[in-house]
């Protein structure tokens, strides 16, 4: 790895500017919070897109952090995984802001919501740790900040939400015991926690039992993360009851922070293990379609957005059946890599405009059920076109990322004749579209009984106007990048091994 000298400031910048905004944002009266606050997380975006640059123009980037290589020093690097996802984090991070900011309501109940900023800061810089760490110690660390700020942020929802966030903290710590037990054995075996070192020092290693367990602990510990069937039953609750400027974090960038440390071990550290892939295969088939079938159940416009997440993550981790499929067959798995990366980015700009969306009705509506938006697509048409373009992405239909990746999947499938995941995806997609177009469809038939401004059982609001348009902002994003779906698979295995991922 090649680091320009703007990498050693910019590559920590990533993580350090929003801890330290955090840090300020909690000392200064609250009138300045949101000030601050907007200000941190737009200098946070464009140091996450100035590492994209980086990583683009300069190939994957290493840092050791006070000139100490490892093992003793800390060392953070980003390749194109870490491109693809700190610019994911810096789209739907900056627009979230932005939302946050011009509508304070949206990030908590009164009394609570002075937190959202501080919260909101830490749970960036965590990100940007996951995204960007060199070693195990470090991604445990930057997984914890991660899941403990998530916590904070669905519980500013009130004490409607503590229940969730309750499930949701102990989730995120069972998670991440089940990690810290994967890392000790790495330690034990390879006297590092430097995922190249580990990973060279474990390669041809004949002790498939220490491998196997290494990999199972920390896709076992991940999936919960992420919410993969039948791990999935608490993110419903959290994400549905988060507040509206939360739920978009939680969905479309929190979940992906446990999916890249899979990722990690997977790739760097242990290589493919076909028992643990054979577990992961079926348990993310059953995220896509079970968790599908939940959302076609599903009365709140939130909850089902929620379970989408839960079926949209199982096309993720079926990233590790391929690229086990892959290695049998003695070839790369970039295309399994390329594809699942190129999802990952189409749902997390998809469903966050869909949260931001859902949020809007539910604020203005008073209540969450879908049966209350029976014709009333006219009456927030901006809000409703957003609506709309979110669901055909995550519905994998053209013209859209979200086709893009599903395109690429399919292809990589088929690559390795994998015609079970094609059947899955084929499923996945049908059932998709059914529960997606359930509120589209409310939206824009019926008459509704009353306009929103004479909704009985709401809390009178006025929405700035710069609210109703950002989750178009984040829909059109999906089918802009749409034309940057083969420079985005590109980037995605910048860094990645010779031949590629193992």
Known sequence: MTAPAAAAALVPGAVL???????????VPTAARRVIGLIAAILTAATGIAVVALVVAHGPLAVSLGGHRPPLGISLRADGISAAFLLLSAVVGGVVSVHAAVHPPSTG?????????????????GLAAVFVSGDLFNLYVALEIVGLAAVLLVALGGPDAWRAAFRYLIVAVAGSLLFLLALTLVYSATGTLDLALAGARLAGSDDGALLTAV???????????SAVFPLHGWLPGAHGQAPAAVSPI?????????????????????????????????????????????????????????????????YLFLFFPLATAADRQQIPATAALTAVVTLAVAHGLAKSALFLAAGIFKEQLGNDRIDSLTGRGAELPVVT??????????????VTLGFAGKWQLLSAAVDV?????????????????????RPLQALLTGAAEDGIDSAPDRPHSTLPRVVTVLPLLLALVTVGATFAAVPLAELAIVGQTPGGPR
């Not at 500017?17 to 000392?27: F, Q, Y």
């Open 215 to 225: 990999l199972a602990l920390t896709v076992a510990g991940m999936a919960l993360k």
């Open 417 to 437: 004749r994998a015609w079970w995941v094609v059947a899955v995806v084929a499923a996945g997609t049908l059932v998709a579209a059914g529960y997606l177009l």
């Open 385 to 398: 076109m957003a609506i709309g373009i979110s669901v055909v992405s995550l519905a994998g239909l053209p």
């Open 250 to 314: 939680l969905s479309g960038l929190v979940v992906k922070a446990s999916f890249v440390v899979a990722i990690r071990v997977w790739t760097e550290v242990t290589g493919p293990v076909t028992g643990v892939a054979l577990v992961i295969g079926v348990a993310a088939a059953g995220s896509i379609l079970w968790a599908g079938l939940a959302a076609l159940r599903a009365t709140g416009f939130k909850r089902l957005v929620a379970y989408s997440t839960v079926s949209q993550v199982g």
């Open 109 to 125: 109940i009164a009394g609570s919501r002075d937190w959202f900023w501080p919260t909101w800061l830490l749970a960036w810089s």
């Open 17 to 27: 500017l929003p801890l330290a905004a955090a840090v300020l944002v909690v000392v």
